[in-house]
């Protein structure tokens, strides 16, 4: 039971534009969303988070969007740049349980000149 | 900053092996966590632990065991290595207080022949 979902597998966006990552869970009990990006060859890295009792989290050109009843969230880069080009996982996470996340499939973005 | 290193980058196993991968980290976090990536899965938790030797199962445990004998270094234990194992192994640790960010290794990739 895939609880995260990506059901976007690739992504390919040019330059400047806006990269739109999204994700569904079913899960009702998460009240905590990750983003994390992985390059080839390297453990994924922490890129930005929210809680449930916000809609919105932004830093620098990364910003997450939370719609709670819908349960879906996304992740939007502005403006896109080539070294965005990664894998975007994002994980659920339910804060009064034990401290472990649920990954979604991933959605490989790549950023064209 | 965190480091988390794993043994290997790149391991070649026979079917029936014993395989051990090692993780270490420096930052003298509680939770450490073994995950696996495969192609169109995302990362899937296999074994997590909260303290020295305390271990709990993840949602893919089976053929695989742990070892935490010591607060920096978790291991993941292959009893006996099967093809349906040759995968992306990562490890990860998280500081309990520090939200729900975990720091992961670049990965162990493992064939089994």
């Known amino acids: 039971d895939q609880q995260v979902k990506q059901n976007s597998p690739s992504l390919s966006v040019q330059e400047g534009r806006i990269s739109i990552l999204n994700c569904d869970y079913t899960n009702s009990m998460f009240d905590y969303f990750l983003w994390y990006k992985k390059y080839p060859a390297e453990g994924p890295t922490f890129l930005i988070s929210i809680s449930s009792i916000k809609d919105k989290n932004e830093d620098g050109r990364f910003t997450v969007f939370l719609n709670k009843s819908a349960k879906h969230l996304s992740l939007h880069i502005v403006p896109s740049q080539p070294g965005d080009s990664a894998v975007y996982f994002c994980?659920?996470?339910?804060?009064?349980?034990?401290?472990?996340?649920?990954f979604g499939t991933g959605t490989r973005l790549q950023v064209t000149l | 900053d965190v480091k988390v290193t794993q043994s290997s980058r790149y391991l070649v196993k026979r079917t029936g092996e014993k395989v051990f991968l090692e993780c270490v980290q420096d930052m003298d976090h509680e939770n450490m966590f073994w995950y696996r990536q495969d192609p169109g899965l995302g990362l899937r938790l296999i074994y997590f632990s909260y303290d020295v030797k305390m271990k709990e199962k993840g949602d893919i445990p089976e053929g695989y065991s742990v070892s935490r004998e010591k607060k920096e270094r978790f291991s993941l234990i292959l009893e006996s290595a099967s093809t349906n194992q040759t995968s992306m192994y990562l490890c990860?640790?998280?500081?309990?207080?520090?939200?729900?960010?975990?720091?992961f290794g670049a990965g162990t990739r493992l064939s089994v022949l």
């Open positions: 994980a659920g996470f339910n804060t009064g349980t034990a401290s472990k996340l649920t």
């Open positions: 990860a640790t998280q500081f309990e207080g520090q939200g729900n960010i975990q720091y």
